[in-house]
């Protein structure tokens, strides 16, 4: 019987080199029709020494229910469905930013991957706050089973709480994270629970002189009409941003 093998292969190979010695093989096009789920396809295929191999996005294609992509010289497949961080390990995860998942919420060493492809490893600052300083919103897009198996998601970016029961579950100053707002920081991207934020950021002692003026941390801003601080990172000033950075000439 004729030997049908099915490979994956990016490229079409048709010869290798082994210690000196070059070995050739004959391509010819795949002969055999292909059906999916019942459903003919067209997919080109190669047969090479009685094998028939096809280029994997071009079977993820007509497959579905996964892609293919090739990043940092790394080819990558992922499921239609996105694969989940482990909940319960105490092994370093990847977060991407943002994107909803079911993980444990971040912890030191984690790697959180933000939009434009940056890499930040997860550590704590100064304070002891986890991720300070380093322009990250861990917390966002988390998905927690608590009590009651009660699923909830953080997705809210300001004046969100987050009222699941995770039971004893802390940030990283100590504090239980059940019911308090997780805030973001507009300007740096930057997002903490309440109490950290309390616990890495204070007033400035001194008066602003202008408009939109910002604190040297970046956590407050000056409100000439109402002339005093307020926290920069429990306020929607999304909409505003470009004139704030303006404003320092951060633009």
């Given at each position: 019987?004729?030997?049908?093998?099915?490979?994956?292969?990016?490229?079409?190979?048709?010869?290798?080199?082994?210690?000196?010695?070059?070995?050739?093989?004959?391509?010819?096009?795949?002969?055999?029709?292909?059906?999916?789920?019942?459903?003919?396809?067209?997919?080109?295929?190669?047969?090479?020494?009685?094998?028939?191999?096809?280029?994997?996005?071009?079977?993820?294609?007509?497959?579905?229910?996964?892609?293919?992509?090739?990043?940092?010289?790394?080819?990558?497949?992922?499921?239609?469905?996105?694969?989940?961080?482990?909940?319960?390990?105490?092994?370093?995860?990847?977060?991407?930013?943002g994107e909803v998942s079911q993980r444990r919420f971040a912890r030191e060493g984690d790697t959180v991957?933000?939009?434009?492809?940056?890499?930040?490893?997860?550590?704590?600052?100064?304070?002891?706050?986890?991720?300070?300083?380093?322009?990250?919103?861990?917390?966002?897009?988390?998905?927690?089973?608590?009590?009651?198996?009660?699923?909830?998601?953080?997705?809210?970016?300001?004046?969100?709480?987050?009222?699941?029961?995770?039971?004893?579950?802390?940030?990283?100053?100590?504090?239980?994270?059940?019911?308090?707002?997780?805030?973001?920081?507009?300007?740096?991207?930057?997002?903490?629970?309440?109490?950290?934020?309390?616990?890495?950021?204070?007033?400035?002692?001194?008066?602003?002189?202008?408009?939109?003026?910002?604190?040297?941390?970046?956590?407050?801003?000056?409100?000439?009409?109402?002339?005093?601080?307020?926290?920069?990172?429990?306020?929607?000033?999304?909409?505003?941003?470009?004139?704030?950075?303006?404003?320092?000439?951060?633009?």
């Amino acid at each position: 019987m004729k030997k049908f093998t099915l490979g994956f292969i990016i490229g079409g190979v048709i010869c290798s080199a082994l210690t000196g010695f070059a070995v050739e093989y004959a391509v010819t096009a795949n002969p055999f029709p292909i059906r999916v789920d019942g459903v003919e396809k067209s997919i080109e295929g190669y047969n090479i020494n009685d094998s028939t191999y096809f280029k994997l996005r071009d079977v993820a294609d007509a497959v579905g229910r996964f892609t293919v992509g090739f990043t940092n010289n790394t080819i990558t497949i992922s499921t239609s469905q996105e694969p989940s961080e482990p909940t319960n390990t105490d092994e370093p995860i990847t977060i991407h930013e943002g994107e909803v998942s079911q993980r444990r919420f971040a912890r030191e060493g984690d790697t959180v991957i933000k939009a434009d492809g940056t890499a930040v490893v997860l550590k704590k600052g100064a304070h002891g706050v986890l991720g300070e300083g380093q322009g990250v919103a861990p917390g966002l897009g988390v998905t927690v089973t608590g009590v009651g198996n009660t699923t909830v998601t953080m997705t809210n970016v300001t004046n969100s709480v987050f009222s699941g029961d995770v039971g004893a579950q802390v940030d990283s100053v100590g504090e239980r994270i059940n019911n308090q707002p997780y805030y973001v920081n507009n300007i740096t991207g930057e997002g903490h629970w309440g109490c950290e934020w309390m616990a890495m950021t204070s007033m400035p002692a001194t008066e602003g002189t202008f408009r939109y003026q910002l604190s040297e941390d970046k956590n407050w801003i000056w409100d000439d009409i109402m002339h005093g601080w307020t926290t920069l990172y429990n306020q929607n000033f999304s909409s505003y941003a470009d004139m704030v950075l303006e404003a320092n000439g951060l633009h």
